[in-house]
DNA sequence: CGCCGAGTTGAACTGAATCAAGAAACGTGG
DNA sequence: CCACGTTTCTTGATTCAGTTCAACTCGGCG
């Protein structure tokens, strides 16, 4: 169970298993069915939050009352709500499940206290906010110089596993393109 | 002179004035006149920089040739390939300076090995790397939500200096739009 | 002075949104 | 296990934001 965590890490750093232990015992191992909310929109969020199993998706409400998928997390994948956590102010964003999932998560206070006696997880922290800057700045480009004809068969053909799983209301709101149009797309050849 | 970075750096982190040092020891300080280039496309990235003096932006060519501005960095803020330095992959990414500057530069071995023995740097980057990760994600939430004139707007009233100091087509290419359509908003209203 | 890059203007065109309506898929309760 | 309502997906007509292309203006610099 845990042991999923450990591989992941150990694709960043070199932990002892001391060191490794005392971060897991903090994290708390949580399941949720599909659908639920893990953060509302103007709660601040304490936590962040390690997927073991199912779907999850961060998205926001715009002016219209459209749900704006922001990003999509599933198996071992880290997600939290970045801004809120950080400056504890009121999150932007809601985190919702949108399978059935399994995940464990830790609190700030835990891992703020983790990073005083633990050097080697402030360096998997950074490697990973750096490997998020580099997977943003991706987006942001492909978004940029992509039509969404373009945007949608990179996206079908680089996560097709997403495309199976997410439902199309979803995948659209991930594309910025609308329902009927990501419809017309796929039905256009 | 390097008081400006050890300013910089404290907004993040207490550093000792030994660490400081240690770590400006390792900086060479550079002048650049404008258009020219820091990094360019293809190049592997090397170095981390931090801008003393001026306006720099990076960006890349798509398949029509055109410049995109991806980022934008002006006085006291840190800047590079990222993906390309991490990786030391070529760049997909050109970095140029647009007015005359004055910055630092530190070479990745250097600060690799600096992560070593100087913990509260390894810290100071990761903090570094999740607020650039917010501002990514802001930056990509705006541009799904406005519409063109909207973020014109925005990036008027949020960024007035860089209105200012850049030109406008190199404006319409961060803005994602045409420089003839930014024109046309312009004379609008 | 003449040229070149930057910015402007306008006409024609197109990618994508909106609106409205229907078809299919899904799940829940009887 | 069928019937029903709800949610998701599709289709087509209309409209509009933003691009493209081409011609023109302006200011600066060699």
Redesign the interface.
């Known amino acids: 169970m845990k042991q999923q965590l450990k591989k992941y890490i150990h694709r960043y750093v070199d932990f002892s298993d001391a060191e490794l232990d005392a971060f897991i015992a903090k994290m708390e191992l949580i399941k949720l069915e599909k659908k639920k909310f893990i953060l509302e929109e103007g709660e601040i969020c304490h936590h962040q939050y390690f997927l073991l199993e199912g779907l999850v998706h961060t998205f926001?409400l715009?002016?219209d009352g459209n749900e704006?998928t922001?990003s999509f997390a599933l198996e071992n994948w880290w997600f939290t709500s970045?801004?809120s956590y950080?400056k504890q102010s009121p999150s932007?964003y809601s985190i919702q499940t949108i399978e059935p999932c399994v995940f464990l998560k830790i609190a700030k206070t835990d891992l703020d206290a983790l990073?005083d006696t633990i050097?080697n997880l402030?360096?998997f922290?950074?490697l990973m906010?750096?490997n998020?800057?580099?997977a943003?700045?991706?987006?942001?480009?492909i978004?940029?110089?992509m039509i969404s004809k373009e945007r949608y068969e990179y996206f079908r053909r680089n996560f097709p596993e997403f495309f199976q799983r997410v439902p199309q209301y979803l995948i659209a709101s991930y594309l910025?393109i609308t329902p009927e149009y990501l419809s017309s797309l796929r039905n256009s050849k």
Chains 1, 2 share one sequence.
């Open positions: 926001y715009d002016q704006r922001s970045l801004e950080i932007f990073f050097p402030e360096k922290f950074r906010a750096q998020m800057v580099i943003l700045q991706r987006r942001t480009d978004y940029q110089k910025e």
